[in-house]
């Protein structure tokens, strides 16, 4: 009975975090009955949200696009300070939020899947291009803002895949490869 009635309580999004959660182990584990236990609740709770399981993968995809990357960069077009301190609040948030941890499990589903390859290229280019236009905006030429754009996120991808040290430790360190980053030409 406290099944059905946490199940009435689950979101969308809470099945949409619980697989993305999964996909760091490989899409191929993201199934609907681990999902559901994994979560306390019956296989009933997760057809009241999607149709199917590829209902839930495209979701997924979308929910990494809007929550992972839009969220992201509407929040610095939003961000008051100077340029150079919408890039580390960029980095930060991006560090704080865990926004790109699913980015290289992704990735990895992205060689077997076409659509989700479409996708991935797709938020990508996304984020190299506006960390490209907040270089151009800190004074960098346009070679020299992309070049440190793609420097930016690919660095921010690949970090999220460390086993992480404290916040304040990865705080202390985002802020020196920010220096860098940053640094006149």
């Not at 839930?56 to 929550?67: I, N």
């Not at 992201?72 to 100077?82: H, L, R």
């Not at 699913?102 to 659509?115: E, F, G, N, R, S």
């Not at 291009?129 to 992309?146: I, K, L, N, R």
Request: positive net charge; glycine residues 4%; proline residues 3%.
């Amino acid at each position: 009975m406290s099944g059905s009635t946490k199940s009435t309580q689950l979101s969308r999004d809470d099945w949409l975090q619980a697989a993305l959660e999964s996909c760091q182990l490989g899409v191929e584990t993201i199934k609907v009955a681990p999902l559901a236990a994994q979560l306390g609740v019956t296989t009933g709770s997760f057809y009241w949200h999607f149709k199917n399981r590829r209902e839930l993968l495209d979701a997924m995809l979308e929910y990494w696009e809007r929550e992972m990357t839009d969220a992201v960069i509407n929040a610095a077009k939003k961000f008051q300070g100077s340029p150079t301190d919408r890039i580390l609040f960029v980095m930060e948030s991006v560090l704080v939020g865990r926004t790109a941890v699913y980015d290289l499990p992704i990735a990895q589903w992205a060689k077997t899947d076409i659509k989700v390859k479409l996708v991935f290229k797709r938020v990508i280019k996304k984020r190299f291009d506006f960390a490209t236009w907040m270089f151009v905006e800190a004074g960098f030429s346009p070679e020299q803002a992309a070049a440190r754009g793609r420097l930016m996120v690919t660095y921010m991808m690949a970090e999220s895949s460390f086993i992480p040290d404290s916040i304040s430790k990865r705080k202390e360190l985002l802020k020196l490869k920010h220096a860098i980053l940053t640094a006149p030409e």
